[in-house]
């Protein structure tokens, strides 16, 4: 079994920015894609950001598109997700998400391992 932490969640005004980082622990897997989603009260999980095993491939929500940036450190195990120019829409609990393999998926039932979600909150 894997655990995945995740931190750096609160509030902040719109247009300000946060970094989110997710610790994987736990069972230790060859390789593994690593992905944020997000849920607001009465929304389904949408996928916002993925990342590949190797760092090349990057993937983003259109909603995020040019204000988050996902990034990884495979030594440190922990995936980040910085988050610019905030909105109100963004508010949400924030989940990372691990998937066994190399390529990152759009969908949350493709991923076997998930945190406990970080509240972020955009509000004046």
């Known amino acids: 079994q894997a655990q995945l932490v995740e931190s750096g969640g609160g509030l902040v005004q719109p247009g300000g920015s946060l970094r989110l980082s997710c610790a994987v622990s736990g069972q230790t897997f060859s390789n593994y894609a690593m992905s944020w989603f997000r849920q607001a009260p009465g929304n389904e999980r949408d996928f916002v950001a993925g990342i590949s095993w190797s760092g090349d491939s990057t993937y983003y929500g259109d909603s995020v598109k040019g204000r988050f940036s996902i990034s990884r450190d495979n030594d440190k195990k922990t995936v980040y997700l910085q988050m610019n120019n905030l909105e109100p829409e963004d508010t949400a609990v924030y989940y990372c998400?691990?998937?066994?393999?190399?390529?990152?998926?759009?969908?949350?039932?493709?991923?076997?391992?998930w945190g406990q979600g970080t509240q972020v909150t955009v509000s004046s």
């Open positions: 998400a691990l998937r066994l393999g190399t390529k990152v998926a759009l969908t949350p039932p493709l991923y076997s391992y």
